[in-house]
């Protein structure tokens, strides 16, 4: 393949992962506005998915932007980063409307039922995670001002962005499992979007055989590993979309969803015992 025809295809691939990952998105956004209501959606979802992204975020824009970061890359890794520019606008975008989406929830007066607040792990989590970047953050600046760059001296700024990579990964790893969890308590796929679902599986699809034919014509498998995020992302959209998808078309559907201004349905779902019978619930609870 000739490397005209590879950049296009490349680049083809690349920003159509970007638009159907960018507009997957506003599905969930506009059916909140649509209902006036977040009712089915979970919240330490929403915390995850913003951690997530501020760190891909950060990620993308240090590789595109620093000298420094590109440098030691090289040195490492012995080839080019894979970071393309939509990544970065595809995380930026990602993260400025995922904050619209927790405005829904805690700013425009949108009904909320008694069981979605911020978990106690979630907090936690988000709390650690700001602590070590910033230990770490210290550590590669110690480095920079005493003009020592060796790995056994401290952190460099490869292994920065390295972490936030891997923060990014983490969350997205465990970000789904909350709203799975939900769906599976309320019985019900109700307040949660299935298109943004389909757009999301297609965007882990063509970012995965972006990546993948990126490193096939440049020879170099190893660039799939130099560019971890990503690649992790696609595959893990791909494997939570399906289980998305059985929830939605197969077990539960809007059709049995209880209704919102149910109260006993609402407690229900925060207790997780959705769908048992009222004694046997009581003696859980």
Not at 12 to 36: A, D, E, H, T
Not at 139 to 146: L, M, Q, V
Not at 156 to 177: E, F, H, P
Request: overall charge neutral.
């Amino acid at each position: 393949m000739s490397s005209s025809w590879y950049d296009i295809l490349s680049s083809l691939l690349g920003w159509s992962y970007f638009v159907c990952w960018s507009i997957s998105f506003y599905p969930q956004l506009l059916l909140n506005l649509r209902r006036r209501s977040v009712v089915g959606l979970s919240v330490d979802f929403l915390w995850l998915n913003a951690l997530g992204f501020t760190c891909y975020s950060l990620y993308s824009l240090l590789f595109l932007a620093s000298d420094r970061v590109r440098e030691e890359y090289r040195f490492r890794e012995g080839g080019e980063p894979l970071v393309r520019v939509n990544d970065a606008a595809f995380a930026i975008h990602a993260l400025l409307v995922t904050t619209a989406t927790i405005a829904q929830v805690y700013l425009l007066g949108y009904t909320r039922a008694g069981y979605q607040k911020l978990s106690g792990w979630c907090r936690w989590l988000l709390v650690g995670v700001a602590v070590v970047l910033v230990l770490l953050v210290g550590s590669a600046w110690r480095n920079e001002i005493s003009g020592e760059r060796r790995q056994d001296d401290g952190w460099l700024w490869i292994d920065i962005v390295y972490a936030l990579s891997y923060i990014k990964l983490g969350t997205s790893a465990i970000k789904m499992l909350p709203q799975l969890y939900l769906n599976w308590a309320r019985k019900s796929t109700r307040g949660w979007s299935v298109v943004n679902v389909l757009l999301d599986f297609s965007g882990g699809v063509l970012s995965v055989a972006q990546i993948v034919l990126d490193a096939a014509v440049a020879g170099d498998l190893s660039a799939i590993r130099g560019n971890p995020v990503k690649t992790g992302l696609g595959l893990l959209a791909i494997a939570y979309d399906v289980l998305f998808i059985c929830q939605h078309y197969f077990l539960y559907g809007d059709k049995d969803a209880p209704e919102e201004t149910d109260s006993d349905a609402l407690e229900r779902a925060r207790r997780g015992v959705a769908g048992l019978p009222d004694d046997e619930r009581q003696r859980l609870i």
